[in-house]
C-alpha cells in the first residue's frame, strides 16, 4: 500500500466517523421530539401554528397592521402557552383538514361550526362563540323606497321557498350539509352549487353584485357584510343556534383541554366581550374594509407603497419587508419625529439623515430611497466580513439599522469568544445583543461600543419579520 493511501485512510475515517456521529445525534433528536406530546411540541418549537381563512372578520391586514377575530384570540392563545402564533392562510375548508391531519399546523382557527360528522375526523375545542345560519339574498334595487310590507313581500322568509331555487355555498362547510339537510326537511330540491373556489365572503360579495341569488353565511358573519353591502337582507334563518370552536387532531386530549381551560375563562372576560364587539359589532368597520389600505381589497398597506416597490430593488429586497421595518420605525407617519431627534418615514438620525442627503423638510420618496442606502451601506459592511446567507444578513441589517452597526458587531465579537456562530443571528448574536445590557459582557475586552438596551433590538428583529410573514399571506408580491 502507498505512503498516500495509507495517510488517506485516516482523514477519511476521521469524517466518516464525524458523519455518523452527527446523523446518530439527529436521529436521536427526531425521537426524541416525537415522543413529546403536543403541548410539550408546540412549546419545543417555540410557536403554534394556525391555519386561518383570510377575510374581513378573522384575519387580514389593514395600515399594514394585522387584525381579525380569530387572529386576535389565536395570539393571546399562544401567548398563554408562552409561544409566538404563527399563520398558514388557507380559505379552502377540505385543505385545512388535510393540513391538520399532516401535522402542518396545530390548530385550524376558523368558524368551524361543530357537526357530528367532523367530529368523526377532528375533536373540537370549547366554542369560542355561537351563531346560527342565515340565508343571503338582495333585497329589491328600489328598496329603500319601499315599505315595510312591500319589502318583506320582496324577500323569502319560509325556508318552503327554496324549493327549487339555486343556491351557492362553499365547498365542504357546514352550509353545504345544512342545505341537504333542509332540502329533506321541506321535501323538495334545492339546487345547491357547491364552489371550491370561492369562500363565504366571496360569494356574499356576488350576492351583493346580483351575480347570483342566494348563499348561506354565519349570521355573525352576514351581519359585517351587510354592513359593507345594505342591499342585502340576512333575516331568515336556516338553521338552529349552532356552535363555532376550532379544530384539533384527532385524539389530542392534552392541547384540547389546555385550549378549553383557557377559552371558558377567557370568554368571560370584558377582553372578550371588546374583542368580539370590535368585530362583529362595531358599525365603523365598513371603514376598514372600504379602505385603500384594507389589504385584501387592493393589496395596499400605505400611500408610500409605490416608493418602497421601486426602491427596495436597489437592496434587492421584497418591497413587504422594506414595508414592515417602515411600519416598525414610523407607522408610515411622514412627519413623526422620536425622543431620541429621529425623523421621517425611516427614522434616520440626523447625522445619518445628513450623510445620505436628506434632512426633515425633504420629501418622503426622498427619505425612503435614503432610507435604502443606509441599508445598502450596512448590507456592504456585513458582505465584507463574509456574510453570504441572504437571509441571516437581513436580520443583522435590521439589527443595525436599530442599535447601530458597531453593536451588532460587538455581539458577533462575543458569539464567536462563546463558541456560537458569529454568522447566525436566532440562538447565536441575538443572545449577545441582549446581554450588552449586562456589565459582565459590556465590558469584556472584544467590545468597542459599551452598554445598549439589546431588548429593544432583539425584539425589532422579531417583529419586523412577523409582520412580514403576515404581508406575504395578504399581499401579492409585485
Not at 361543530?114 to 375533536?123: A, G, N, P, Q
Not at 373540537?124 to 346560527?132: E, K, L, R, V
Not at 416597490?309 to 429586497?317: H, M, Q, T, V
Request: with cysteine.
Amino acid at each position: 500500500m502507498s505512503d498516500f493511501i495509507r495517510n488517506l485512510k485516516f482523514p477519511l475515517l476521521f469524517i466518516l466517523i464525524i458523519v455518523l456521529t452527527f446523523n446518530t445525534c439527529k436521529e436521536k433528536e427526531k425521537e426524541s421530539f416525537s415522543s413529546l406530546n403536543s403541548i410539550e411540541k408546540i412549546k419545543k418549537k417555540g410557536k403554534l401554528v394556525a391555519v386561518m381563512d383570510y377575510n374581513s372578520t378573522n384575519y387580514f391586514i389593514y395600515r399594514g397592521e394585522p387584525m381579525g377575530y380569530q387572529y386576535e384570540l389565536l395570539k393571546l392563545l399562544a401567548e398563554d402557552l408562552g409561544v409566538k402564533l404563527e399563520v398558514k392562510v388557507e380559505n379552502d375548508i377540505d385543505k385545512n383538514f388535510e393540513m391538520l391531519k399532516r401535522g402542518d399546523c396545530d390548530i385550524i382557527g376558523i368558524n368551524l361550526t361543530v357537526t357530528k360528522e367532523r367530529s368523526k375526523t377532528i375533536d373540537f375545542t370549547y366554542p369560542h362563540s355561537q351563531t346560527h345560519q342565515v340565508l343571503v339574498q338582495r333585497k329589491p334595487e328600489n328598496w329603500n323606497k319601499l315599505s315595510k310590507d312591500e319589502l318583506e313581500a320582496n324577500l323569502l322568509r319560509n325556508q318552503l321557498n327554496l324549493a327549487g331555487k339555486v343556491v351557492y355555498v362553499q365547498k365542504g362547510t357546514s352550509y353545504e350539509q345544512r342545505m341537504r339537510n333542509l332540502s329533506d326537511e321541506i321535501g323538495d330540491s334545492i339546487k345547491l352549487i357547491e364552489k371550491s373556489d370561492k369562500e363565504v365572503e366571496e360569494l356574499i360579495e356576488l350576492v351583493a353584485r346580483g351575480e347570483i341569488d342566494y348563499t348561506v353565511a354565519d349570521e355573525n358573519i352576514a351581519l359585517v357584510n351587510q354592513i359593507y353591502y345594505p342591499i342585502l337582507d340576512v333575516k331568515t334563518a336556516v338553521s338552529f343556534p349552532q356552535n363555532l370552536a376550532w379544530g384539533l387532531k384527532k385524539g389530542d386530549s392534552l392541547l384540547k383541554s389546555e385550549i378549553d381551560t383557557w377559552l371558558k375563562e377567557f370568554k368571560k372576560s370584558t377582553k372578550y366581550a371588546l374583542i368580539y364587539a370590535k368585530y362583529f359589532k362595531n358599525p365603523r368597520s365598513i371603514k376598514i374594509v372600504e379602505s385603500d389600505y384594507y389589504a385584501s381589497n387592493f393589496g395596499k398597506v400605505s400611500v408610500y407603497d409605490e416608493h418602497i416597490k421601486k426602491y427596495s430593488k436597489n437592496i434587492d429586497w421584497d418591497w413587504r419587508l422594506l414595508a414592515s421595518l417602515i411600519y416598525q420605525e414610523s407607522r408610515f407617519k411622514a412627519n413623526v419625529k422620536s425622543w431620541a431627534g429621529a425623523y421621517g418615514l425611516m427614522q434616520l438620525m440626523p447625522t445619518t439623515a445628513k450623510t445620505f442627503g436628506v434632512n426633515k423638510s425633504s420629501s418622503p420618496e426622498k427619505h425612503i430611497k435614503a432610507g435604502v442606502d443606509f441599508i445598502q451601506w450596512l448590507n456592504i459592511r456585513f458582505e465584507k466580513r463574509g456574510m453570504t446567507d441572504e437571509e441571516e444578513k437581513i436580520k443583522f441589517v435590521l439589527a443595525s439599522y436599530n442599535v447601530g452597526l458597531g453593536h451588532v458587531l460587538d455581539a458577533r465579537r462575543l458569539a464567536e469568544k462563546d463558541g456560537k456562530n458569529p454568522n447566525i443571528w436566532e440562538n447565536n448574536v441575538d443572545e449577545y445583543i441582549l446581554k450588552k445590557s449586562n456589565p459582565l459582557y459590556y465590558k469584556d475586552p472584544v467590545v468597542k461600543y459599551g452598554y445598549c438596551r439589546g431588548s429593544e433590538t432583539y425584539n425589532y428583529v422579531i417583529e419586523i419579520i412577523e409582520r412580514y410573514e403576515h404581508y406575504k399571506n395578504a399581499i401579492p408580491e409585485t
